[in-house]
C-alpha cells in the first residue's frame, strides 16, 4: 500500500472503508522500513484517513446509536446516558463546546464516548 508518491485509487479505497469501518491504527510496515518515500506515503495516509473522516456522517451515526439506547430502555447504563448527553452537548447548534475532554484510569469512558 502506498509505494508510490501518488496513491493509487485502490489504495485510498481502502484507506477510506477501513477508516468508515472504524479502524483504530494503520501499518505502513514495507513502505517506512524498505520503501523510498516512507514520509510521502504517511502522509499520503494521513491524508486519506482525513478525507474520509471528513465523509462520515457523525450526526447520523449518533443518532442510530442513540435510538439503539433508547431501545434498551432501563437497561442503559449510567455510562451510555453520561456520554449520549455529552454527545447531544456537542452536536447542539446553540451550545460552544468544542472539545470534549475525557480523564479516565482505564480508558473505558474514552472507548465510550467515542463510540
Do not use: W
Amino acid at each position: 500500500m502506498l509505494e508510490e508518491t501518488s496513491p493509487l485509487r485502490t489504495e485510498l479505497t481502502e484507506i477510506t472503508a477501513a477508516t468508515l469501518d472504524g479502524a483504530d491504527a494503520f501499518i505502513l510496515s514495507h513502505e517506512t522500513s524498505v520503501g523510498k518515500n516512507g514520509i510521502e506515503a504517511t502522509i499520503n495516509l494521513a491524508k486519506g484517513i482525513a478525507e474520509a473522516e471528513a465523509i462520515f456522517d457523525y450526526e447520523q451515526a449518533f443518532a442510530n446509536n442513540r435510538n439503539d439506547l433508547k431501545d434498551l430502555g432501563r437497561y442503559a447504563t449510567n455510562l451510555d446516558i453520561l456520554t449520549s448527553t455529552s454527545c447531544s452537548m456537542a452536536f447542539d447548534k446553540e451550545s460552544d463546546v468544542d472539545i470534549i475532554v475525557c480523564v479516565t484510569e482505564v480508558g473505558k469512558i474514552a472507548r465510550y464516548l467515542s463510540k
